[in-house]
Nanobody, 124 residues
C-alpha cells in the first residue's frame, strides 16, 4: 500500500507556471505507475498525464501536451507535474495517483491509490 501527498498548488495568472509534487510513502514508489488527474467544479475527474514505473514513457491528455511535463524521482519517492503556459481552463483540484498494474490506462478506475488533491487556480 502507498500513501500519496500532493503539494505545490496555488493561484497563478494565465501564462504562468507551477510545479506540483507528489510524495509517496509506505511502499516502494518504483513499483507503481503514476498519474495526475484533475477535477473542476461540476465536472468528472479527468486524466492529465501518466508515467511508467521507470519513468521512460510518458502520456498526456491532448489539451496539456507541450505545456505540462510529468516526471518522477524514484530515489526520492516523488513525482512531479510541471505546468507551464497555464490557462484559466486548467483551474481544478489536481490529484496524483498510483497504479499497481503495468498497462497504461487513463481511466480513474485503473488507479489504486490517491492523494488528497491540491487546488490550482489560474486567473485570466
Amino acid at each position: 500500500q502507498v500513501q500519496l501527498v500532493e503539494s505545490g498548488g496555488g493561484l497563478m495568472q494565465a501564462g504562468g507556471s507551477l510545479r506540483l509534487s507528489c510524495v509517496a510513502s509506505g511502499s516502494a514508489f518504483s513499483n507503481y505507475r503514476m498519474g495526475w488527474f484533475r477535477q473542476a467544479p461540476g465536472k468528472e475527474r479527468e486524466f492529465v498525464a501518466a508515467i511508467t514505473r521507470s519513468g521512460v514513457y510518458t502520456y498526456y491528455e491532448d489539451s496539456v501536451k507541450g505545456r505540462f511535463t510529468i516526471s518522477r524521482d524514484n530515489a526520492k519517492n516523488t513525482g512531479y507535474l510541471q505546468m507551464n503556459s497555464l490557462k484559466p481552463e486548467d483551474t481544478a483540484v489536481y490529484y496524483c495517483a498510483a497504479a499497481r498494474g503495468a498497462v497504461h490506462d487513463t481511466s480513474v478506475r485503473a488507479y489504486d491509490y490517491w492523494g488528497q488533491g491540491t487546488q490550482v487556480t489560474v486567473s485570466s
